[in-house]
Nanobody, 126 residues
Framework: QVQLVESGGGLVQAGDSLRLSCAAS????????MGWFRQAPGKEREVVAA????????YYADSVKGRFTISRDNVKDTVYLQMESLRPDDTADYYC???????????????????WGQGTQVTVSS
């Protein structure tokens, strides 16, 4: 079992930066690939970025490539999402998630992820 708690959301202006954190707990949480997802009002949840257990492999949605960076610190059991050059269409609730099984690659399908945090809201004003 993996428990996840996100933090770092807030209200920012277009062009600003923000860093989200996801604190994981559970005996083997550092062995799971992790993902950041987001869901805007009236839209489906979509992947933003994912990272494998070691941090060596990463996946990014096209919409955030070059602006967002996912990273992890397995000593602190924390996954980060550094967001730069934020735009109003980045406004959403952001969720971190852990895959169903350990040692998997970073993937985009929501169905690959079994453990979810409660989400943190990001609002980008124009």
């Amino acid at each position: 079992q993996v428990q996840l708690v996100e933090s770092g959301g807030g209200l920012v202006q277009a062009g600003d930066s923000l860093r989200l954190s996801c604190a994981a707990s559970g005996r083997t949480s550092s062995t799971y690939a992790m993902g950041w997802f987001r869901q805007a009002p009236g839209k489906e949840r979509e992947v933003v970025a994912a990272i494998n257990w070691s941090g060596a492999n990463r996946y990014y949605a096209d919409s955030v490539k070059g602006r967002f960076t996912i990273s992890r610190d397995n000593v602190k059991d924390t996954v980060y999402l550094q967001m730069e050059s934020l735009r109003p269409d980045d406004t959403a609730d952001y969720y971190c998630a852990a895959q169903r099984r350990p040692y998997g690659p970073p993937t985009s399908p929501i169905s690959d992820y079994a453990y979810w945090g409660q989400g943190t809201q990001v609002t980008v004003s124009s």
